[in-house]
């Protein structure tokens, strides 16, 4: 059994100065790309559900294939997180389920549209991080509107993310504000807006400084040494996938991801989780794509979903390697929740002290 807090994994990372991608998950196919990768690559790893993999797929039943990846992959500390909850009760049904860790998303409202503001933001997060810790799991919060920089939208593909536009203030996290965030609401990760969006359409061109905003996160972590800073919308969406997207029958205009030489040095700069989605879609469906367009006579699902899984787990791999991910799942002795809660409970979390060297 090795299911592990997204603090403890973070505080890991930290010391070794590494990354952690988090990969959402919504069926069986993406949960064994993900766990056969991390297995090759020796790789700790989080698993993340947004609100609509679980209605996707069904509570029980992602439960149920947590348990089961538990089971297959003894070997591998799995972390297994909120994406985005909107409200208290999504985050505390999620560590029901058994989730280590949660996202309270309090920079929209609960409508996951309109721009939430500070103090609303400070109230709902505190809530979830006084629950939470009570049980041992873990908090990641946000503070800024995740979105374009080139146009100030946030995502139309998934169904969280404002709707119009926004200025470039409220698109980048004040550093100062972040100080007194993660003061005032105990988080155990920060997730920051720098211009990444969730979906494949991020960039229009390769991203330089002025849309994707590394200087922010350098900013951050200067006033935050010590809190995890995530990255979300960062997928690097491959010219490859996009190239088998589009020979097969797709139709996926010109556009450009998170290129992940960013992300390494996001990673020398406090970043510690790494969100992707949109680059696990895009290879499988890619690839299940082309057997399609390939092999025409082709109706056993397995025959398109072995070779998905397999591009998929490429990616991981790709993710694994390029953030030091890789070999640090032997070196991690597991924290069990309920130990995280008296560690909470005393109140040597915070400030943000290495949850090992509290332990
Ligand atoms: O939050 C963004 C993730 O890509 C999840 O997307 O809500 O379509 O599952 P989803
Ligand atoms: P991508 O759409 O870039 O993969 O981002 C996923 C994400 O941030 C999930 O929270
Ligand atoms: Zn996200």
Request: hydrophobic share 40%; net charge negative; with cysteine.
């Amino acid at each position: 059994m090795a299911r592990i807090t997204l603090r403890q994994l973070l505080d890991h990372a930290a010391e070794h100065s590494y990354g952690v991608p988090a990969f959402n998950i919504n069926n069986m196919e993406q949960g064994l790309a993900i766990l056969e990768a991390a297995k090759a690559t020796d790789s700790p790893v989080i698993i993340q559900a947004s609100r609509g993999a679980r209605t996707y797929a069904n509570d029980i039943m992602l439960a149920k294939m947590m348990e089961a990846l538990e089971l297959m992959y003894p070997q591998i500390p799995i972390c297994i997180h909120q994406d985005h909850g909107n409200n208290v009760a999504t985050c505390l049904s999620a560590i029901q389920s058994g989730f280590t860790s949660v996202m309270m998303d309090g920079s929209l409202k609960e409508d996951a549209k309109s721009p939430a503001d500070y103090d609303y933001n400070v109230r709902i997060t505190r809530q979830v991080s006084e629950l939470a810790h009570m049980v041992g799991a873990s908090v990641e919060g946000e503070l800024g509107c995740l979105g374009s920089l080139e146009t100030g939208h946030g995502e139309a593909e998934d169904g969280h993310g404002f709707e119009g536009k926004l200025d470039r203030s409220m698109l980048l996290t004040d550093p100062d504000e972040a100080l007194r965030f993660v003061a005032d609401t105990k988080v155990d990760a920060l997730a920051v807006a720098i211009g990444t969006s969730h979906g494949a359409y991020k960039f229009t061109r390769k991203p330089t400084g002025d849309v994707l905003a590394m200087n922010v996160i350098e900013a951050i972590h200067k006033k935050l040494p010590n809190t995890h800073i995530v990255m979300h919308g960062s997928s690097s969406v491959p010219e490859e996938w996009q190239a088998v997207f589009n020979a097969h029958g797709g139709k996926m205009r010109e556009t450009y991801g998170v290129p992940v030489e960013e992300i390494v040095r996001g990673i020398k700069m406090g970043v510690r989780k790494i969100n992707i989605d949109t680059d696990l879609r895009l290879a499988g469906t890619a690839e299940f794509r082309r057997i399609a367009a390939t092999s025409t006579s082709e109706f056993d699902p397995r025959k398109f979903l072995k070779p998905a899984m397999d591009a998929m787990a490429k990616v991981c791999r790709e993710r694994f390697d390029a953030f030091g991910t890789a070999g640090q799942a032997g070196k991690i002795k597991v924290i069990p929740m309920s130990e995280m809660a008296k560690l909470y409970a005393k109140g040597v979390l915070d400030p943000k002290i290495n949850v090992a060297k509290a332990a």
